[in-house]
């Protein structure tokens, strides 16, 4: 993964970019599905890995297929990503170790869910169960993020679609 | 890419197994892994698939521009009114217990019609991106 990372940002061909952010996205999901978040792992591998390549092509078809070379050194925003790299790494030690079963996360509200998601909802699959029931206010929200990013996209191209007939004329 | 045989005959037998692991992924997400925006996701990425193999118009007779939009905007309302049938029924917003005469069935019929407005809302909208996004080249050659 790390070896990918780094052609991505060293290839100035986007092609092989967009091809190598396909890559990327499944070996994040098999690292999603190495840690038991098979959910996630599905939609990186259909939305990181499909269509956002797809739609990354489709823009490549319209821009050039090489990319400039930058005005600027690229020291200043290096030093700034390896900082922020080095504080989040920081913040991590801070945290409790992976799957500790004492972990506050663990002890809140996890412990009803798993002994009684099943018995309320009839739903054996506790991640459907929490989603959709328990924190069915959560994800109404989530789908009208999804509608607004929707609409919003609509309203952005179909705009520039008018413009152009208007220039036709 | 129409005329490569080989591509042609894989995306045909690969687009009915899609569409099917789409709908299994979306019906049986109350026991395996998956939901509404996984199944929603996969559906809409194998329209995309066939866009990319038969070309734009052909996944445009498919699914017409203004089914993806009413979509869109269908899931969210069929979210949102699954919470008003709760309010109806004589419970709160989004609650479900009240949906059947048996609390737990009433969880399922809540959660499966929940999952169905996701699953419209996110195949709608990936698709109609990508039209947005796939549809715009030809029109600009147009108007040079």
Known sequence: ?169 | MRDYLVLRVIAKLMIAFMLVFALYVQFHGDFGPGGGFQAGVIAAAAIIFYAIIYGLPAARTVVPDWLAETMVAAGVLLYASVGVAGILLGGNYLDYFVLHADPVEGQHRGIFWVEVGVFITVAGVMLKIFYLFAGRPGEEEEGK
């Open chain 1, 1 to 169: 993964m790390a070896s990918t990372a780094v052609a991505i940002a060293v290839q100035r061909n986007l092609f092989a970019v967009v091809v190598l952010f396909g890559a990327y996205s499944f070996l994040m999901a098999t690292v999603l599905v190495a840690l038991d978040a098979v959910d996630v792992g599905m939609t990186e591998a259909a939305v990181g890995a499909g269509i956002s390549t797809v739609l990354l092509l489709g823009t490549l078809y319209l821009v050039r297929k090489e990319e400039m070379k930058p005005l600027h050194r690229p020291l200043l925003p290096l030093a700034v990503s390896i900082a922020t790299g080095a504080v989040l790494a920081y913040g991590t030690l801070g945290l409790p170790a992976f799957s500790d079963p004492d972990a506050p996360i663990h002890t809140h509200v996890a412990p009803r869910y798993i002994h009684d998601a099943l018995r309320e909802t009839g739903v054996p699959n506790v991640v459907t169960a929490v989603l959709a029931s328990y924190r069915g206010y959560d994800t109404l929200g989530e789908v009208m993020v999804v509608f607004t990013a929707g609409a919003g996209v609509i309203a952005l191209l179909r705009r520039r679609k008018r413009r152009m007939k208007e220039d036709r004329q």
